[in-house]
């Protein structure tokens, strides 16, 4: 009875509820050099590319009358090597972030483990160098190896450094969602005599799903147009997209370079719209560009 009574005569504060601030001129005129960033950054590039693949050759300026499909033409003729590598990016990056997200369930759940946490360190390092010291470090391991030479300008040897390359990035998601986790569901599942498959089938798959797609999905969204690696490591019918283009590049071709470039960039543009069509049905926190 006393507590009603003290909270109905106590007095609740009163005046203008909460209004949101404004922005000012100056926030508004950061929102705009933020835009004109963007613009900078992504569109004007764009745009120089897609101009350079219309003119006849470089230097001639782009108009009415010089602009030509030739180059797209000739990037997707019968016979030209473009199908090809656009197949081979596709092949590497799939099969880099499957292998790389299935390898890193079991890693993240045992980094509270001092060797692996210090496994995982050079995880960091693999990626941290330069794609051109993997490459040589690949291209040194397959010749210094007895009957190595087979693997020689193959698309294993290309996979085989792509998943040195770009562990971390698979990785680091994954670890993120482990070190979340309880590890009592772990020793109740072990006191209920569930075997490691099975633990980490029902216990461990579930709540780190989002991180492990997010990481495989980094890891194709980056090899699909890895050019240091491949160039080091291609052989006859095993160029990559990224190596196409440079040696379109270096042979002087460059409008029908700016042409699989482009074609490149609608590659990793319709990747991500795929998988955000799927987002609705992926956990929350898998695709990295969306909230």
Not at 46 to 60: D, I, N, Q, R, T
Not at 155 to 183: E, V
Request: aromatic share 6%; hydrophobic share 55%; net charge positive.
């Amino acid at each position: 009875m006393a507590q009603r009574a003290a909270i109905r005569a106590a007095s609740l504060p009163s005046g203008k509820p909460f209004e949101p601030l404004r922005a000012g001129q100056g926030a508004r005129l950061g929102v705009a050099l933020l835009w004109l960033g963007l613009v900078l950054v992504l569109l004007v590039p764009l745009l120089s590319l897609l101009a350079a693949s219309l003119v006849p050759a470089f230097g001639v300026p782009i108009s009415a009358g010089t602009a030509t499909l030739r180059h797209w033409g000739a990037a997707f003729a019968p016979g030209s090597q473009t199908l090809g590598a656009l197949g081979n990016s596709l092949l590497l990056s799939a099969l880099a972030a499957l292998i790389l997200a299935l390898a890193a369930l079991p890693v993240a759940i045992s980094l509270r483990g001092r060797a692996v946490r210090i496994g995982a360190i050079g995880t960091d390092l693999s990626y941290a160098l330069p794609g051109a010291c993997t490459g040589v470090a690949a291209l040194l391991l397959v010749l210094s190896t007895p009957f190595g030479g087979w693997a020689y300008g193959t698309l294993a040897l290309i996979l085989f450094a792509y998943l040195a390359r770009f562990q971390a990035m698979a990785l680091r998601p994954a670890a993120a969602a482990a070190a979340r986790l309880d590890p009592l569901l772990d020793f109740a599942a072990r006191g209920m005599g569930a075997g490691l498959w099975s633990r980490l089938r029902s216990v461990h798959l579930p709540p780190l799903t989002p991180g492990l797609a997010a990481g495989g999905i980094l890891v194709a969204l980056q090899a699909v147009n890895e050019v240091t690696i491949s160039t080091l490591l291609h052989g006859p019918g095993t160029q990559t997209l990224g190596v196409l283009v440079f040696n379109l590049q270096d042979g002087g071709d460059g409008p029908q370079a700016a042409a699989v470039s482009l074609v490149a960039l609608l590659l990793v543009a319709g990747l991500m719209a795929l998988a955000s069509l799927f987002a609705r049905r992926l956990p929350d926190g898998t695709l990295p560009w969306r909230p």
